[in-house]
């Protein structure tokens, strides 16, 4: 995967990380992810955080919503100073890179974070899930009937950028504790999706 390693290579790919991969509204919540992982010290330390969504460049976008968002993105990444530790790449709509970006961020035993104020469904909590990512997933909505909390997955209140913190930091320090448990809840994330 050259094109992807160079996608990454500010970030040490070798580093866990977590992601998100979504279009950039404020229904998404992307920002409010990107605004939570600079203010927390312990999660920085845990982890990278990789983001898959939108353009890079306000203009691109006919959605002033979304070109809001993006002007926000750059804002936030700079006042955080997130370079080395945060990587945003743009949106795909090649549906293979976004199982090889699922791949690559299970491969460094990451995780994705879905942190939308409300998902209807969420198609992207099932293909990470069958990627083997633990999946942090929005309460309300769609994610909350897919994951069983604490065992194949976890459930977070977008609202509450405390308890999406706190979780995300639990989990990857419990990792970091047991190796064995992120494989765990993996295999149990891969065992929910071929249920169905």
Same mark, same amino acid.
């Given at each position: 995967?050259?094109?992807?390693?160079?996608?990454?290579?500010?970030?040490?790919?070798?580093?866990?990380?977590?992601?998100?991969?979504?279009?950039?509204?404020?229904?998404?919540?992307?920002?409010?992810?990107?605004?939570?992982?600079? !203010? $927390?010290?312990?999660?920085?330390?845990?982890?990278?955080?990789?983001?898959?969504?939108?353009?890079?460049?306000?203009?691109?976008?006919?959605?002033?919503?979304?070109?809001?968002?993006?002007?926000?993105?750059?804002?936030?990444?700079?006042?955080?100073?997130?370079?080395?530790?945060?990587?945003?790449?743009?949106?795909?709509?090649?549906?293979?890179? $976004?199982?090889?970006?699922?791949?690559?961020? %299970?491969?460094?035993?990451?995780?994705?974070?879905?942190? %939308?104020?409300?998902?209807?469904?969420?198609?992207?909590?099932? !293909?990470?899930?069958?990627?083997?990512?633990?999946?942090?997933?929005?309460? @309300?909505?769609?994610?909350?009937?897919?994951?069983?909390?604490?065992?194949?997955?976890?459930?977070? !209140?977008?609202?509450?950028?405390?308890?999406?913190?706190?979780?995300?930091?639990?989990?990857?320090?419990?990792?970091? %504790? @047991?190796?064995?448990?992120?494989?765990?809840?993996? %295999?149990?994330?891969?065992?929910?999706?071929?249920?169905?």
């Amino acid at each position: 995967m050259p094109g992807l390693c160079r996608v990454v290579s500010r970030v040490n790919v070798f580093y866990p990380k977590f992601n998100i991969a979504a279009q950039l509204d404020i229904v998404k919540n992307v920002t409010g992810l990107t605004e939570w992982y600079g !203010e $927390n010290k312990r999660i920085r330390n845990l982890v990278n955080l990789v983001i898959v969504g939108g353009f890079f460049n306000p203009s691109k976008s006919n959605d002033r919503e979304e070109m809001a968002e993006i002007k926000k993105m750059h804002t936030l990444m700079e006042k955080y100073q997130s370079k080395g530790q945060m990587r945003w790449i743009a949106a795909q709509t090649d549906r293979y890179r $976004n199982g090889e970006l699922y791949c690559c961020i %299970a491969d460094t035993k990451g995780a994705f974070v879905q942190p %939308a104020f409300c998902e209807a469904f969420g198609l992207t909590v099932i !293909e990470t899930m069958n990627s083997g990512l633990p999946t942090f997933a929005t309460v @309300h909505g769609g994610p909350a009937e897919i994951i069983v909390d604490g065992v194949l997955g976890f459930h977070i !209140e977008p609202y509450n950028g405390d308890d999406m913190g706190s979780k995300l930091v639990e989990f990857f320090e419990k990792c970091k %504790a @047991h190796p064995g448990y992120w494989n765990k809840i993996s %295999a149990a994330s891969l065992q929910r999706i071929n249920e169905w």
